[in-house]
């Protein structure tokens, strides 16, 4: 990753017009969290050791190999130093989590923050919840940090880490990750998110997210909630009917409280909107949701625009998809937890980046982000940061990025059908049903 593209200082930066990477990536703020990796003066000090890193978690070759020869192409150290990749490896493990971290989580929020209310919900911001899960080598520290799937046998699965996700559906930034281990633990690693909300934010969630007490603890921060309803039976002909299928109802606190309260306190009860529509799309029969939401002014949130809102769910989806198969984050390749947690902040980073200039692509378009392609943002990103230019051309490539990215649309095709179906067959290996030492020894006494 060419440090003439990616990392200016805050002056440039704004000069060129990058506000949102004036902010979260100038090279003074970068310097100051990564702070230094020692007293010695090193080739690969924490400033060039983060921007090869960003460079590797971008590129589809994901090898340090790879990324060191790029940054050698790029001229980010002396054509004298090794051509090894094992000087960079051990930069690398000397870099801070806790500074990748807030490096990551920076840009999502400042990319947040930029977003224009014209691209908001109602002039409100909207984040989206949601669980994913990454896997990891299989080594022993990764198992015992994140085990794998208790059905899998020893030696045949790989371990788990599973994420909590926190996403602004303007924009497409992701606003941070909770990690943790075990299935079954998504609303334990959302509540660790609550601190990224703020007052008068919607949270868009599915059925797990409509919870009383989630509900009830969150309206306490002045956070609103729109949610599929879960588990909780409802009869419209009760409670103040304000439409077809809309009306608002009292819920009352359950009988038993959730252990993980603790000593939080919540009320007995509260009014709720609960309405119902159809969602019809062609080739499929219409589907039937239900949603609760603490919105309950039926004049300033009609029940069409919450069905919009519900039905935009969706693009969290496609959001992890371009994170986890297009960056390639579904499987990590570090050997130990801390590394793992490393590599998945310069993900999160390295998506925010690319957010931060498809969002920026569709101002100067004037269309929504989601005609923006991802991958070619990161191809053109790529192609145009291995240009080793001088610091006074900086304006000028960044302008030429965003103007080629604005005029490189993908098609508006609302409600497309395609089959998920591989027309490809994957090659006739067998599956590994046994540990592969097992396996080794079977083949040895053949």
């Known amino acids: 990753m060419a440090k003439s593209f990616i990392v200016r200082n805050a002056?440039?930066?704004?000069?060129?017009?990058?506000?949102?990477?004036?902010?979260?990536?100038?090279?003074?703020?970068?310097?100051?969290?990564?702070?230094?990796?020692?007293?010695?003066?090193?080739?690969?000090?924490?400033?060039?050791?983060?921007?090869?890193?960003?460079?590797?978690?971008?590129?589809?070759?994901?090898?340090?190999?790879?990324a060191l020869a790029q940054a050698r192409a790029a001229g980010l150290f002396s054509a004298n130093a090794s051509v090894h990749s094992g000087g960079y490896c051990q930069a690398r493990n000397r870099l801070r989590e806790e500074a990748l971290h807030r490096l990551a989580t920076g840009l999502g929020a400042e990319l947040s923050q930029g977003e224009r209310e014209a691209d908001r919900w109602h002039e409100r911001r909207v984040v989206v919840a949601d669980?994913?899960?990454?896997?990891?080598?299989?080594?022993?520290?990764?198992?015992?940090?994140?085990?794998q799937p208790r059905p899998?046998?020893?030696?045949?699965?790989?371990?788990?880490?599973?994420?909590?996700?926190?996403?602004?559906?303007?924009?497409?930034?992701?606003?941070?990750?909770?990690?943790?281990?075990?299935?079954?633990?998504?609303?334990?690693?959302?509540?660790?998110?609550?601190?990224?909300?703020?007052?008068?934010?919607?949270?868009?969630?599915?059925?797990?997210?409509c919870s009383y007490a989630d509900i009830a603890l969150l309206r306490q921060r002045d956070?609103?909630?729109?949610?599929?309803?879960?588990?909780?039976?409802?009869?419209?002909?009760?409670?103040?009917?304000?439409?077809?299928?809309?009306?608002?109802?009292?819920?009352?606190a359950p009988k038993k409280l959730p252990a993980?309260?603790?000593?939080?306190?919540?009320?007995?009860?509260?009014?709720?909107?609960?309405?119902?529509?159809?969602?019809?799309?062609?080739?499929?029969?219409?589907?039937?949701?239900?949603?609760?939401?603490?919105?309950?002014?039926?004049?300033?949130?009609?029940?069409?625009?919450l069905a919009e809102l519900f039905f935009s769910r969706w693009q969290i989806e496609l959001r992890l998809r371009d994170i986890k198969t297009m960056l390639g984050m579904d499987h990590l390749r570090t050997k130990t937890p801390e590394r793992a947690r490393k590599e998945v902040w310069m993900f999160l980073a390295a998506h925010n980046l690319l957010r931060t200039l498809m969002y920026s692509a569709?101002?100067?378009?004037?269309?929504?982000?989601?005609?923006?392609?991802?991958?070619?943002?990161?191809?053109?990103?790529?192609?145009?940061?291995?240009?080793?230019?001088t610091h006074a051309g900086f304006t000028r490539l960044y302008h030429r990025l965003i103007r080629d990215l604005a005029h490189d649309l993908n098609p508006d095709r609302p409600f497309r059908v395609e089959p998920r179906a591989v027309k490809r067959r994957p090659k006739q290996y067998n599956l590994l049903n046994k540990p592969r030492a097992v396996l080794k020894q079977l083949l040895e006494a053949a």
């Open 260 to 305: 993980w309260l603790g000593s939080q306190v919540i009320p007995p009860f509260m009014p709720l909107r609960e309405l119902r529509f159809k969602i019809a799309v062609p080739g499929f029969r219409p589907k039937t949701v239900t949603v609760v939401t603490t919105l309950l002014d039926t004049a300033a949130y009609p029940k069409e625009d």
């Open 223 to 252: 956070v609103d909630v729109v949610a599929r309803l879960g588990v909780r039976k409802t009869d419209f002909r009760k409670g103040t009917i304000v439409g077809i299928a809309d009306h608002i109802i009292c819920w009352h």
């Open 362 to 389: 569709a101002q100067e378009a004037d269309a929504p982000v989601a005609r923006i392609s991802f991958q070619g943002c990161r191809q053109r990103l790529l192609a145009t940061a291995t240009h080793v230019g």
């Open 11 to 66: 002056r440039q930066l704004k000069a060129a017009g990058a506000k949102v990477l004036a902010t979260a990536f100038s090279s003074g703020l970068v310097r100051r969290v990564l702070g230094r990796l020692g007293k010695r003066k090193r080739v690969f000090d924490a400033f060039t050791t983060w921007l090869i890193f960003l460079g590797q978690t971008l590129d589809a070759d994901h090898s340090c190999r790879n």
């Open 131 to 147: 669980g994913s899960s990454v896997t990891l080598p299989d080594t022993l520290e990764n198992q015992e940090a994140y085990p």
């Open 152 to 209: 899998q046998l020893p030696g045949c699965g790989f371990p788990v880490m599973y994420l909590g996700t926190l996403m602004s559906l303007a924009s497409g930034a992701l606003l941070d990750f909770a990690t943790g281990s075990g299935n079954g633990n998504e609303l334990t690693l959302w509540r660790q998110l609550w601190d990224r909300l703020g007052p008068g934010d919607i949270v868009l969630g599915d059925s797990k997210y």
